[in-house]
Every structure is written in structure tokens, then in C-alpha cells.
T-cell receptor, first 114, second 117 residues
């Protein structure tokens, strides 16, 4: 069965420190994509970073990097130098097949402390 | 490019009433997706269109739900005879699907929050 698991319901991090949000996935399809989205209290889903299953290098986008370990089926998000504005829900998602519909995890609520 | 627009942002309705939501995708995007997100959960896929054709519907989309995308532009999601369990955030997303099985620019709207009382 295709599934995304986020085991951390909530996380705290001190401002300016780095934080890792965990994500594991399960699929038998050799071709898939992995996404991370940020959802502030306003409700919009903000795209952060994408990793294709055939990509050899870990994706990076500014302060965001994706630690892709294919054999372990994990796709952890690393946020460097946390800012107060990073406080939000974070969702890991996987795209499947040619439909590219997304399967989401249950999310991790991140709170950045000043 | 103004992004993906959804209207209304909030809707409160009485149980048993019909409601309709609208999504305007990014203009050059040929794919449009609907998701539902209940409190404390991640979004769940409902259905998607490529141009005007509805290509897949989730089993979550009961007979009371119908979605259309006339002329491959905006889309509407209608819920008939609403129930309290329909209370959720309804999110729309669009993307550009191209030859070679490439999907670009997957962008979400801000959602429509439905409350059924």
C-alpha cells in the first residue's frame, strides 16, 4: 500500500538553529516524487521542495534541504537557521503514477521559539 | 499570473443545503486537482481533470459530490444535501502536465473552508 508516515506530531526548535522533520514512505512503484509543503494558519499549502525518485543528489532550496535515503524510504526535511516565520504545519507528500495525485502524511507542527 | 484562486474562502451552510465552490487555476495549467482536508489531517485526493476531462475520482467522492471543468478552464465542486461530516477545507491545485510524463508547477490555492451546521 502507498503511504506517507510522519511520526512527529509536534516539534520545537530554537530560533536560528536547524531542525529535521521526519518522513518515511511506502510504495512499490519505482517512479515517484516526494514533496514537502508548509501550511501556515491561513490554510494555504506552500511548496517547499521536491525530490524525484531517480534524482541522484539531494534537493536543496535555500534554507530547505531534503535528506533522501532511498534504501530506507525516507525523505526528511532539514530547515537550517530557523526563523519565527517557519512556525507552521509541515506536510510530506508523494506523487503517484501519471496522475500525479498526492498522498499526504498527517503533518508535523513546528514551533520556533525566540 | 495570479496563482490558483478559490472562491469563497469560507462558507457556512445548514445541513441539507447544496453548496458550490469555484477554482480558477493558473491559466496555462492543463491539470486541476481537488483535495479535502479535515482538521488535524493531511489533504486527501478527491478528483482531477486534464483539460475538461475528469480522469480519476476517489472513493471519497460520494454521489453527493460532483465536479466539473467546462472548457478546461475553471472548475466547480458541488456538494448536494450537505452533512456535518462534509465540514472541511477544500483545496484546489493545478499543474502543467507535458509530454514525457512531466508535471510542473504543482500549485495549491488557499482553499475554501466549509462549515456545515
Amino acid at each position: 500500500a502507498q503511504k506517507i508516515t510522519q511520526t512527529q506530531p509536534g516539534m520545537f526548535v530554537q530560533e536560528k538553529e536547524a531542525v529535521t522533520l521526519d518522513c518515511t514512505y511506502d510504495t512499490s512503484d519505482p517512479s515517484y516524487g516526494l514533496f514537502w509543503y508548509k501550511q501556515p494558519s491561513s490554510g494555504e499549502m506552500i511548496f517547499l521542495i521536491y525530490q524525484g525518485s531517480y534524482d541522484q543528489q539531494n534537493a536543496t532550496e535555500g534554507r530547505y534541504s531534503l535528506n533522501f535515503q532511498k534504501a530506507r524510504k525516507s525523505a526528511n526535511l532539514v530547515i537550517s537557521a530557523s526563523q519565527l516565520g517557519d512556525s507552521a504545519m509541515y506536510f510530506c507528500a508523494m506523487s503517484l503514477g501519471s496522475s500525479y495525485k498526492l498522498i499526504f502524511g498527517s503533518g508535523t507542527r513546528l514551533l520556533v521559539r525566540p | 499570473d495570479t496563482g490558483v484562486s478559490q472562491d469563497p474562502r469560507h462558507k457556512i451552510t445548514k445541513r441539507g443545503q447544496n453548496v458550490t465552490f469555484r477554482c480558477d487555476p493558473i491559466s496555462e495549467h492543463n491539470r486541476l486537482y481537488w483535495y479535502r482536508q479535515t482538521l488535524g489531517q493531511g489533504p486527501e485526493f478527491l478528483t482531477y481533470f486534464q483539460n475538461e476531462a475528469q480522469l480519476e475520482k476517489s472513493r471519497l467522492l460520494s454521489d453527493r459530490f460532483s465536479a466539473e471543468r467546462p472548457k478546461g478552464s475553471f472548475s466547480t465542486l458541488e456538494i448536494q444535501r450537505t452533512e456535518q461530516g462534509d465540514s472541511a477545507m477544500y483545496l484546489c491545485a493545478s499543474s502543467l502536465y507535458a509530454r514525457g510524463d512531466q508535471n510542473y508547477g504543482y500549485t495549491f490555492g488557499s482553499g475554501t473552508r466549509l462549515t456545515v451546521v
